[in-house]
Every structure is written in C-alpha cells, then in structure tokens.
T-cell receptor, first 119, second 109 residues
Framework: DAGVTQSPTHLIKTRGQQVTLRCSPK?????VSWYQQALGQGPQFIFQ???????QRGNFPDRFSGHQFPNYSSELNVNALLLGDSALYLC??????????????????FGQGTRLTVV | GQSLEQPSEVTAVEGAIVQINCTYQ??????LSWYQQHDGGAPTFLSY????GLEETGRFSSFLSRSDSYGYLLLQELQMKDSASYFC??????????FGKGTTLSVSS
C-alpha cells in the first residue's frame, strides 16, 4: 500500500514564475492538507481539501491556490513566486469520513515533501 | 492568535528519559498531537491526546492538561535513532494542524 506520494521531490524556479506541486493521498483517505515548512521551523498550514472543495485555509495569500480531483489527489499552485516561498512543501492525507464515523482521531500521514527553491 | 511554545533543543544519552513540554494558546482546541521528523524526512505521527491524562504507546507517552493548556511528550529508554525533531501540534487529522517550532533532540552514546 503506497503511502502519500508527492512530486516532484525537488524544484528550482525563478522569482515571478508559477509552480504546481502534486500529491496523491494514502489509499482510503479522502482529505488532503498542504503545509509549508521553512528551514528550522514547524510546518505551517496552507489549506485543506475535502470533497474537491477548500475546507479550511491558513494565513496564506491568494497566490497560493489548490485543487482536489475526484480520485482525491491534489495540486498546490503558487503564482508570482517570491524568494520567501522557498521551503519544503508537505502534503498530508487523512480520513475525515473515518473521524466522523468513529469519533476517534485518525492520524495524518505526511508525504516526503517537495523542496522548492526560488532564485 | 495561536501559538505553541516548546524548547528548541534537548540533549540526552542513550537509555535516558526525556520530557518535551508544550504550552499552547489557541482560539479553538481539537486535541494535541505529537509528530517526529528526521532530517529531510516526512513528519510521522506519534501520539494524540483529546482528553486530559496520559496516553502510552510503547516507549513514548504523551500527557495533556487542558485546564493548564499544557502537554508533554515523554520518551523512555532513548536510542540513537530517536535523534530527530519533535513537534507538538494543536488539532487532529480532521482539522488543520497548528504546529510548534519543534524541539531538536540529540541522543548521544
């Protein structure tokens, strides 16, 4: 059973460009969350998708947008890249239906991340 | 605003016991989670406390006191492979996770 997979693993972009990162959740999971992790910091919540809709959003500008597909996979898009967008971007999958059905917390599974460098 | 405070670094020797504390101030509370992250790796789930008290999972235990907005992760019988960053996070898998800045644990022989 494949866990959470993210692509690409590394990416170098120039300021002002646009980037798309991809995530496939763990089998059986229906919810995808995206996080940005700067060096030496904890992951910061960007947004969460469930049933192809943005369910929650953190404190990130509109340059950050996303999408979830019917097969639960997800994309993170960042427009007009800034040097400060350089970070590790993590995708986490979970089962919101599982939590609602059982009332028990189900852990979030993280992918290995995409290391984005903006030059 | 929301904030979580945890020590930035902790050092210990193999076989020892270490406690990593976490205090939080958040607008909503959906439980306290703990994650481990090795250098360059994915964060992996360790433990979750939704109610006050102690949760034990093998060598790791986690505690929560909601009245004190405080929790801790206890690691026993430390091994070299436990050297990693440890994050407390408010929330659970069904909600956004708000992470602390992390505690770097260094275990020496």
């Amino acid at each position: 059973d494949a866990g959470v997979t993210q692509s690409p693993t590394h990416l170098i972009k120039t300021r002002g460009q646009q980037v798309t990162l991809r995530c496939s959740p763990k089998s059986g999971h229906d919810t995808v969350s995206w996080y940005q992790q700067a060096l030496g910091q904890g992951p910061q919540f960007i947004f969460q998708y469930y049933e192809e809709e943005e369910r929650q959003r953190g404190n990130f500008p509109d340059r950050f947008s996303g999408h979830q597909f019917p097969n639960y996979s997800s994309e993170l898009n960042v427009n007009a890249l800034l040097l400060g967008d350089s970070a590790l971007y993590l995708c986490a999958s979970s089962s919101l239906q599982g939590v609602r059905a059982t009332g028990v917390n189900t852990e979030a599974f993280f992918g290995q991340g995409t290391r984005l460098t903006v030059v | 605003g929301q904030s979580l405070e945890q020590p930035s670094e902790v050092t210990a020797v193999e076989g020892a016991i270490v406690q990593i504390n976490c205090t939080y101030q958040t607008s909503g509370f959906y439980g306290l989670s703990w994650y481990q992250q090795h250098d360059g790796g994915a964060p992996t789930f360790l433990s979750y406390n939704g109610l006050d008290g102690l949760e034990e999972t093998g060598r790791f235990s986690s505690f929560l006191s909601r009245s004190d907005s405080y929790g801790y992760l206890l690691l026993q019988e430390l091994q070299m492979k436990d050297s990693a960053s440890y994050f407390c996070a408010v929330g659970q898998a069904g909600t956004a996770l708000i992470f602390g800045k992390g505690t770097t644990l260094s275990v020496s022989s």
